[in-house]
């Protein structure tokens, strides 16, 4: 073999090394170093939230007192029964009620209790006996003549999970066991339709609750629940005084705040977390355009023109940007002497009582007038906190989502106490509020898998797989607590669920690679690699020609 072969040999297995070594290691290398990142997602598990289906179930215990029952009929009982109540909302949201009705007769120490001479002080023996679990009722059937509820009253709702239900004589005397439960049906309803969940509060939470594109229509009940669920809400108290020189303002905002909120946020810790603060702000004005009016001796603002009193002195409120938590602004007015007194009307041209409105989403507004008759200037007013606090209480309840419902005649509802929150209102809130978890975050969750399969070059790193499995696996447990009427459980969940799912759908990793398509991907590398890829490309073909013409050669000569 001549010294030219000999070369032409080496040059030849130097390329066929080359292109060996750059198929079998350099482009593995170079796809798996540049392939978009993408962890494990439980995708079955997810595609099944697709269709929401929800199943809320509602314990009843119906307590049957002395004299309610027949001793034929109290031989049957205890009774059990189910009643389910199914909805479709569209073609991907199905509802499910479900009521589990047990019937029973009153333990001695429950007749004790409604011995009590008043339906309030009932309501509280029956409730140190013993505390029903969130969600759950209790009615007591007692006789058609007992001294505990007014004649025209049927149906007494208290502050716990307690009513108290008039029996009807003639539904009793001569009777089935089923017959009695079917005559003492309608009245039961009546309670559980002020204290329990309704289809209306439940579908208020579904329809502007979760993201666009869910199916879900929007409802106009949605507009008495101003705020959406949040884990955290910022609370604060504002006094303006626009005039500092003619009013020296004292306001006892802190024994106001431990003796009328705090009570009421303790009891709604279950729903969120609630941080609450207060300021003093001085020339700082509405705005407003108040004309006088002779009929009430007083300058008035109308109710058209209460939207605009918000923005001047909105931007002196502060700035929540370090929470992500949204604000409830309450301001209290002290109007200076051109514009005192001042007075809200309602859209029949009336004074308003409280003199303060409520805006949605925001917070709520109350003026104070004061009596400047015969006063020296600087005046020193203190200001009746409790009627403040009253007002801006019920304002709070609103924003909340505790909705006012009208009863029905013969309903009678307690009060709420000094907690400001019944423990059946609190129930209602944290249905709703599990409901609308839920619900969000199923969106929330599938909305991010589509996102997902439409752009290919997303990077989903460890931490979202994480989030997103503890988002599912949390709506799991939560709609499984729902069905079992866990009700705080069920809460507790669809919270976890729907901060997992949002930071999952925020996390700033998503963003990374989105602008970075293949074809970028490709420019970039192909300077690189075109310099060294012609010439072995050409040496690999210039090889395999030879290769075929020495084979062509040796057929040759074999002919």
Request: glycine letters at 4%.
């Amino acid at each position: 073999m001549s010294s030219s072969e000999s070369e032409r040999r080496r040059c030849q297995l130097a390329a066929v090394s080359v292109a060996v070594v750059v198929l079998l290691v350099g482009v593995p290398l170079w796809w798996r170093t540049t392939t978009t990142y993408r962890a494990w997602l439980p995708m079955a598990q997810i595609q099944e939230f697709s269709k929401l289906q929800l199943l809320l179930d509602v314990e009843v215990e119906v307590v049957f007192a002395r004299g309610t029952l027949t001793p034929e009929q109290q031989k049957k009982i205890p009774v059990t029964q189910t009643r389910d109540e199914k909805h479709t909302v569209d073609g991907s949201t199905f509802l499910t009620y479900r009521y589990e009705t047990r019937y029973r007769t009153a333990t001695v120490m429950e007749e004790d209790a409604l011995k009590q001479p008043t339906a309030a002080t009932t309501d509280r023996s029956l409730n140190t006996l013993s505390e029903s679990p969130c969600g759950s009722l209790v009615v007591y059937v007692i006789p058609e003549f007992s001294p505990l509820l007014p004649q025209d009253v049927n149906v007494y709702v208290g502050q716990r999970r307690t009513a108290l239900v008039r029996a009807d004589a003639e539904t009793t005397a001569g009777k089935t066991l089923k017959q009695v439960l079917v005559g003492v049906e309608p009245r039961v309803k009546e309670a559980l339709r002020v204290m329990s969940f309704s289809h209306a509060d439940i579908m208020a939470v579904l329809g502007n609750r979760v993201r666009p594109g869910s199916g879900i229509p929007p409802r106009k009940e949605d507009s008495l629940r101003a705020f959406k669920s949040s884990p955290g809400y910022e609370i604060t108290f504002n006094l303006l005084n626009p005039d500092p020189k003619s009013h020296r303002l004292h306001w006892d905002i802190e024994g106001a705040v431990d003796t009328y909120v705090h009570p009421l946020l303790s009891k709604l810790g279950l729903l969120a977390n609630f941080s609450v603060d207060s300021q003093t702000l001085y020339y700082t004005t509405l705005g407003f355009n108040a004309r006088f009016d002779d009929h009430h001796r007083a300058y008035t603002l109308s109710a058209d023109s209460l939207a605009h009193v918000i923005n001047p002195a909105e931007s002196r409120l502060g700035s929540n940007a370090a929470s992500s938590n949204p604000p409830l602004n309450f301001l209290l007015y002290v109007p200076d002497a051109q514009h005192s007194p001042l007075r809200i009307l309602d859209p029949q041209k009336r004074l308003v009582a409280s003199n303060a409105f409520h805006s949605p989403h925001w917070g709520g507004i109350m003026i104070y007038n004061v009596n400047r008759e015969n006063a020296t200037l600087p005046i020193d007013i203190d200001i009746d906190m409790a009627k403040v606090m009253g007002v801006f209480l019920a304002q709070l309840r609103l924003l909340l989502g505790v909705k006012p419902t009208a009863h029905p005649s013969g309903v009678l509802v307690a009060p709420p106490g000094s907690s400001g929150l019944s423990d059946w209102e609190l129930d209602r809130l944290m249905w709703s509020h599990s409901v609308e978890n839920i619900a969000t975050a199923t969106t929330t969750i599938t909305s991010l898998v589509q996102l997902l399969d439409q752009i290919d070059t997303i990077v989903i790193n460890d931490n979202i797989a994480e989030q997103v499995s503890n988002a599912v696996a949390s709506l799991q447990l939560a709609t499984g607590e729902l069905e079992l009427g866990n009700l705080a459980f069920a809460l507790q969940y669809s919270k976890e669920a729907i901060l997992a799912s949002e930071r999952a759908f925020f996390d700033p990793s998503l963003l990374h690679l989105l602008y970075f398509p293949s074809d970028q991907k490709f420019a970039i590398y192909i300077p690189l690699f075109l310099p060294m890829g012609v010439p072995l490309v050409l040496s690999l073909l210039k090889i395999a020609a030879e290769v075929r013409q020495r084979r062509k050669d040796k057929l040759a000569k074999k002919d």
